[in-house]
C-alpha cells in the first residue's frame, strides 16, 4: 500500500506507486458503480463538502455522487450564493466549513494553488477539483485509469495532447501523470498556446498536427474554452477546426488502435467531429464512468482508506 | 400485473390497465408518507438525476423526495449552471449523466419530445417531468388519483378543464388518462385557447364557462401563466378572471359534490377566488401529497417493481 | 424535561428551564460530531425543508447538515428559484411544502415574524433560521452554548455587545437568552443604531467602546451588514473602524479571559482587527462548531425527542 496522503492536492507531487495505487483502488470501485445496489458504507457518517468558487456542474456532480455512494454526507457550497460574495476571504470560508467536523474539502477555484493554501492550515483532508491553469489530478487520473485499461499499459505508449496547452490544467495534470508513468507525451496546437518550453516537462512539442497523430496511441482533444480565449492568442474557431480539429481526413491518417479521448464537454464540429466522438474510437464516455470509480478511490484514499484491498473490506 | 414500460414518457402510449397500476401502486407508496418513518428501501444504491432544463422548484422536489424516500441517491442537475450553457447538446448531456451509471433520468425541458428523444438512445430509464407544451403525465396520473380517491372511480365523471387548453401540457395529459378511464371531459376557456379542434381528442369543448361547469362532478382550474401569455391570444388578466374565474357566484351553479382541482402554484383572485381555493370542495393539497405517492409509484415501476404488490414486499 | 414545543420561534417566549434543555441536549450531540461515524438516526425517514426566502449559505448549511447527521431526508428550497416569484403567498408555498408530509419546516425569511405566521397554520414543526431584525433563536442558543462551555455558567457574566444593535435579529435573540440566564448585558455602537431604549430590554446601553468593554467577560461582535447600512443612520466603514472596531489598542483595556466572539462571516479590519480574530481569546470557530451541535438539538427536540437523556437512547 502506498498511499499515505491526507491530501490529494496534484500530480506533479504524486510517486508513480501512488497514482497506481488510486488507478488500482479506483478499478475496484468502478465494480462496485455495475452492482445492483451502487453503494459502499466506506465513508458513512463523514462530512464531504462540495466547495466550488468556479462553476461546474460535471465535476460537481461526479464527487457528489462519488461521495454519496461512499455513503457519506454531503454538502455542496457554491461560492455564488456565498459569504464569499459579502467579502469573507477564501480561508476564513473553508476554516467555517470545517468548523462543522468536515472530513473532506473538495475545491474548485479559479486561482491556481487554492487547495495547497488550504491543505496548510486545515486538519480535513483538501481534493482539488481544478484549479486555475494549474493542475486537475482527479481528470488526469481518470485519463490514466481509461488508458491503462484499454491498453492494458501506460508505459512506453505515445500520447498526443491536442489544443490549448498552455491555459489547460487538463493538460498540466495529464502530463505530470503520464510521464511519471512512462508515456511518451506529445502536445500540439497553435504555437501561441503550445510553446516551446514545454519540452522541460519531458514532452514533445509540435504545431503540426498531422506530425502529433501519426504514431500516436491515444489522441486527447481538449475542450476550445473559445468562450474565454484570448484574442490576441487564439486564432478564430474556425481557422482552430480547419487547423487542428479531429476529421475524417486526419483520422484515416492514425493508427487504426488510436484511442480517441476529451476531458469534455465537446465541442461538436470544432475540435472534434461528430461522427468521431461518437465512434468506436472514442473512450470519451468512458472516462466519464471511470471518473466516478477514481474520484471514489480518491476520497476513500486521503479518508484513510487502505488501498484496493481496503474496498474489498467495506 | 400491467407494467413492462422502462420510461414513462406520456399518458397517451399507457393503456388503461397501465394508468391503474400506477394509481394502485400509489396508494401503497401515500401510506409509507404517513408512517413515522416515511421510507423504503426500493431503490437503495440506484442513482436518480433530476435534469431540469427548464425551472421548476415544486416538481423537482416533489421527485426528489419521492426518490429520497424510496432511498436512491439523488442528484440534481440544472441546466442554467451547467454545460448547457457553453454550447453542449441535451444528447451529450444525458449521455454524459449516464455514464454515471443513472438508473433513472427525470426530464423537464421546454421542448416537446425531449424525454422521448432522450429514451431512443439511453439505456436509462427516463421519466417525463414536463416537456413543453405536450405532456406532464405524473401531472395527469396524480390528478386521476386523486378523484379516484375521492369519487371511487372515474369512469362516467364528468370533468371540466378549465383555462389555456392550447398551451397546457397539464390539459393534454388529463384528456388522455381521464379519456383513458372513461371519464366525459369538457374543455372551457377562451376560444383561442380552447380551439374546436379538441374535439378529436374526445372532449366537449366550450367557451361558456357555466355551461361547462353546471353537471361537473371535477372542476380543474389551470393556472393562468401570466407571465408567459401571448398577448394577441389572451384577454386581460381583469377580463380572464371576469369571464372565466371561479367565484362564489359560479360556484353556486355547480353540483354541491364538485371537487375543485388546481395543479398549482394558484394564483388566488385570478383563475380562483381565494376562498373557493380554501374551502371544504378544494382537493388542491392534496394533489400535492398525491403527488408524492405517485412520483414514488412511478420511480419504482420504471426501475422493475412489480406493481402495488411489490411495495408490500420492500 | 422542560422541552413540549412544536417549534422554535424565538427565545423572547422561552423559560430559562427551556433553554438550558436545548443547551444540555446540545451538549449531547456535539458528541456526535467528534465520533468517527457523526451520525445518529434520531430523525430517520422524517422530511425536513429549509425554506429558504433570504439566501444564507452558512446559516442553511449548518441546518442541512445538521438534519443529515440525524439521518433525516432533507430538501433545500430556495426562493429565488421558486413559484414565489411567480406570485404565490407564502402561505401557499408553506401549505404545499407540509403537503409532502414535511415533518419540519426551517424559515429564514427577510419579514419579521414569518415563522410566527406559519406556525399558526402549519401541522409541521417550524424552527425560525431568522425573520428579519427580529429574531435567530439558533445563533442566540449557540453563543449561549459556548459562554457556558467555555466559562462554565452564564448567570452574573458581563456581556457585551458591539455594533448594529437596531437591526440585528443576533442582538435580539442574544438579548433575550442572555437575561433570561442571568447575565448583565451591554450594549454598544453608534447612538443611531443603539438607542436608549434597549435598557427597557434590562440591559446597560452605551455609546463608549472603552466604557463597554472594560469589565466584560464576553465580547460578541456583530458583523457590520456595510452593504445594507442606510447612509443616514450610519458612519463610514472608516469611522466605525476607528470608533468602535476592536483592535490591540482597545483588547488591551480588556480583562485578559474576556472572551471574542461573532456570529461570522466576519469583516477583517472592519469591526475586528484580523489578528485578534485569530489569537486565542477569539472563539470564533467553535461557535460555527457549537451552532451544528445546538441545531441537531433544536431539530430533535421539535420532533418529540426526549432531551439529553433522549440523544443517548438513539
Redesign the interface.
Same mark, same amino acid.
Do not use: Y
Given at each position: 500500500m502506498s498511499w499515505q496522503r491526507k491530501h490529494l492536492l496534484d500530480i506533479e507531487s504524486l510517486t508513480p506507486e501512488e497514482i497506481v495505487t488510486v488507478l488500482d483502488t479506483a478499478r475496484a470501485f468502478k465494480a462496485v *458503480?455495475?452492482?445492483? +445496489?451502487?453503494?459502499v458504507p466506506a465513508l458513512?457518517?463523514?462530512?464531504v463538502i462540495n466547495l466550488f468558487v468556479e @462553476?461546474s456542474?460535471?465535476t460537481r +456532480?461526479?464527487f457528489? #455522487?462519488a461521495a454519496?455512494?461512499l455513503t457519506a454526507?454531503v454538502?455542496n457550497?457554491?461560492a455564488e %450564493?456565498?459569504?464569499l460574495k459579502?467579502?469573507?476571504?477564501l480561508k476564513?470560508?473553508a476554516?467555517? #466549513?470545517?468548523? #462543522?467536523?468536515a472530513d473532506i474539502i473538495i475545491i474548485r477555484h479559479s486561482a491556481a494553488g487554492a487547495p495547497h493554501f488550504l491543505a496548510r492550515f486545515l486538519r480535513a483532508s483538501v481534493v482539488n477539483a481544478g484549479d486555475g491553469a494549474h493542475e486537475h489530478p482527479t481528470q488526469a487520473l481518470l485519463d490514466a485509469f481509461t488508458i491503462r485499461e484499454k491498453k492494458g499499459k501506460i508505459a512506453g505508449l505515445k500520447v498526443t495532447i491536442l489544443g490549448d496547452i498552455l491555459y489547460s490544467r487538463v493538460a498540466r495534470s495529464n502530463i505530470w501523470a503520464l510521464t511519471k508513468l512512462g508515456a511518451k507525451v506529445t502536445l500540439c496546437g497553435p504555437p501561441t498556446l503550445v510553446p516551446k518550453a514545454f519540452e522541460q516537462m519531458g514532452c514533445r512539442v509540435t504545431h503540426c498536427v498531422e506530425e502529433a497523430i501519426a504514431d500516436a496511441d491515444i489522441i486527447n482533444l481538449l475542450r476550445i474554452q473559445h468562450?474565454r480565449q484570448r484574442k490576441t492568442m487564439f486564432p478564430s474557431l474556425g481557422e482552430y477546426t480547419s487547423l487542428f480539429g479531429l476529421n475524417p481526413a486526419r483520422l484515416a491518417q492514425t493508427r487504426p488502435e488510436a484511442l480517441i479521448m476529451h476531458p *469534455? @464537454? +465537446?465541442?461538436?464540429g470544432v475540435e472534434i467531429d461528430s461522427d468521431i466522438a461518437d465512434g468506436e474510437r472514442s473512450v470519451i464516455?468512458?472516462q %466519464?464512468?471511470n471518473g466516478?470509480a477514481v474520484r471514489m478511490a480518491v476520497l476513500f484514499l486521503v479518508n484513510g482508506g487502505q488501498g484496493p484491498q481496503g474496498v474489498a473490506a467495506v
Open positions: *458503480g455495475e452492482r445492483a +445496489i451502487k453503494k458513512r457518517g463523514k462530512t @462553476p456542474t460535471r +456532480i461526479s457528489e #455522487l454519496q455512494r454526507d454538502i457550497f457554491s %450564493v456565498s459569504s459579502k467579502g469573507e476571504t476564513d470560508t476554516r467555517n #466549513l470545517e468548523a #462543522l467536523n468562450e *469534455g @464537454p +465537446i465541442n461538436r464516455l468512458e %466519464v464512468t466516478l
